[in-house]
């Protein structure tokens, strides 16, 4: 669930033979029906967007877990710190035991802000991926300064998309593009929408992709009522509510307001905290007007305000409801 975080994406190495097996070509996805699998921002006649698959697990339980720990280590050393100096006793004692105990106290924090809260506190609210029909190219965001998106055209043969799997969890897949050298080893990493339980998820995607590149917006769907954007990388209350919703779920969903509304809600609260100190992504000048779309483009969908804000429209929820039948009876 949090590869590319822990375990970090390994580089300077040749592909696996599992990258291999799994390979996805640009120029023939398959017969999989295209679906965004929940991970599409924007849509329109110059480009298609994606989130990546931190945007998932952005403020969640490892989140929580790790400031909460933090939070509570350091107020036990500041609680242990007054009480100690407040005592007529043996004040060098008191130092020494202040000292010893600011180890663990302190050291926790710093182990947990390592591995964990740096990568997501006080980043940015996703990693966008873009690509433009228009130019062929596809841009890999990273931050927001100098050369902080990477480039490629798309068709490189240093762009090798496959689907990959989770390091702690390898049932997980997701999309992922390596970028390669002139001698096949891999130089970067980057993710492309969720991660998900499936193959066919991954696969369903990319056709997504592949097709709009080929064949253009309007031909990019089997059904009208496929075009729509579900997702909204805002981080709103009601956004980081629904996510969570998504991440927990369809089993425990019916609980989500009594039983488990607890464990709904502290998550709902981290996300929501967490995304309060990220900063959004932008994209250089120099990009935006490769990317500029007309006003009156009619193949533009509509960004909804909040997530699957569109699924109140009757026939769009039941089509939604049909594609999610049409799988688990596929699958």
Not at 3 to 19: C, D, K, N
Not at 42 to 60: H, Q
Not at 118 to 144: A, M
Not at 185 to 201: A, S
Request: hydrophobic share 45%; glycine share 6%; with cysteine.
């Amino acid at each position: 669930m949090l590869t590319g975080w822990y375990p970090v994406f390994s580089y300077a190495r040749t592909l696996e033979q599992i990258e291999l097996a799994f390979e996805l070509h640009q120029f023939d996805h398959g017969e999989f029906c295209p679906d965004d699998a929940v991970g599409m921002t924007r849509l329109n006649s110059t480009y298609l967007e994606f989130v990546d698959r931190t945007f998932k697990i952005k403020g969640m339980a490892a989140t929580a877990m790790s400031a909460a720990g933090s939070i509570f280590m350091i107020a036990v050393l500041v609680q242990v710190a007054i009480t100690s100096l407040g005592m007529e006793d043996d004040v060098i004692s008191s130092l020494i035991g202040i000292a010893v105990l600011s180890v663990p106290a302190l050291g926790f924090p710093f182990y947990f802000w390592h591995v964990h809260l740096r990568k997501d506190l006080f980043q940015y609210t996703h990693y966008p991926v873009r690509f433009n029909r228009v130019t062929r190219k596809v841009y890999f965001f990273r931050h927001n300064g100098p050369g902080g998106v990477v480039v490629m055209p798309w068709g490189s043969p240093h762009a090798f998309f496959h689907i990959g799997r989770g390091g702690q969890d390898p049932n997980l897949r997701d999309l992922r593009c390596h970028l390669l050298d002139r001698h096949r080893q891999v130089q970067q990493t980057f993710t492309i929408g969720h991660f998900w339980n499936h193959d066919d998820d991954i696969r369903e995607q990319w056709a997504l992709i592949c097709r709009y590149m080929k064949d253009g917006p309007e031909h990019c769907f089997d059904d009208p009522l496929d075009r729509v954007i579900t997702l909204s990388p805002r981080g709103t209350l009601r956004n980081c509510w629904m996510l969570v919703c998504l991440m927990m779920g369809t089993t425990l969903f019916p609980l989500r307001y009594t039983l488990m509304f607890p464990i709904y809600g502290a998550l709902t609260l981290s996300r929501w905290l967490t995304f309060k100190t990220c900063r959004a992504p932008v994209f250089p000048p120099e990009l935006e007007a490769e990317c500029a779309i007309a006003p009156d483009d009619p193949y533009a969908l509509p960004e909804p305000r909040f997530m699957a804000e569109f699924a109140s429209d009757p026939a769009i929820y039941a089509r939604a409801l049909q594609r999610h039948r049409e799988r688990m009876l596929w699958r």
